[in-house]
C-alpha cells in the first residue's frame, strides 16, 4: 500500500520552530517533487513549498521565504519541512503531497498523485 505519512505537527508558541516530516511507505520518493501544503479554517489548501526529485529546486510561496525551508534526504525515503519564526497565521494542517513536478499550488483544481493524511500544526501562546 502506497502512503505518505507526516509525523512532526504540534502546538508551539509565535516565533517557535518545529519541523515536519513527509515519510513514504510502500514506494520511493526518489523520482517524485514533494511539496507540502497547509490548509487552515475556512481557507483553500494552498501549497507552502515543493521540492525537484533533484533537490535542487525549492519553491517556497512568499508567505513563508526566509522562514521555511523544505529538503530531502533520499537515503531515508523522507522530506522535510523546517519551519522558524513561526506565526499564529501559520496555524493549519499541513500535507505532504507527491507528484512528477512541482505544478501544483492550489488543490482543487490542481491535484498530486499521492497525498498524506495531513498533520496539525498550532502556533498559539
Known amino acids: 500500500q502506497l502512503q505518505l505519512e507526516e509525523p512532526g505537527g504540534g502546538l508551539v508558541q509565535p516565533g517557535g520552530s518545529l519541523r515536519l516530516s513527509c515519510a513514504a511507505s510502500?514506494?520511493?520518493?526518489?523520482?517524485?517533487?514533494i511539496g507540502w501544503f497547509r490548509q487552515a479554517p475556512g481557507k483553500e489548501r494552498e501549497r507552502v513549498s515543493c521540492?525537484?526529485?533533484?533537490?535542487?529546486?525549492?519553491k517556497p510561496a512568499d508567505s513563508v521565504k526566509g522562514r521555511f525551508t523544505i529538503s530531502r534526504d533520499n537515503a531515508k525515503n523522507t522530506v522535510y519541512l523546517q519551519m522558524n519564526s513561526l506565526k499564529p497565521e501559520d496555524t493549519a494542517i499541513y500535507y505532504c503531497?507527491?507528484?512528477?513536478?512541482?505544478?501544483?499550488?492550489?488543490?482543487?483544481?490542481?491535484?498530486?498523485?499521492?497525498w498524506g493524511k495531513g498533520t496539525l500544526v498550532t502556533v498559539s501562546s
Open positions: 503531497a507527491a507528484d512528477r513536478a512541482c505544478i501544483a499550488t492550489i488543490y482543487p483544481p490542481y491535484d498530486m498523485d499521492y
Open positions: 510502500g514506494f520511493t520518493l526518489a523520482p517524485y517533487a
Open positions: 521540492i525537484a526529485s533533484s533537490g535542487g529546486s525549492t
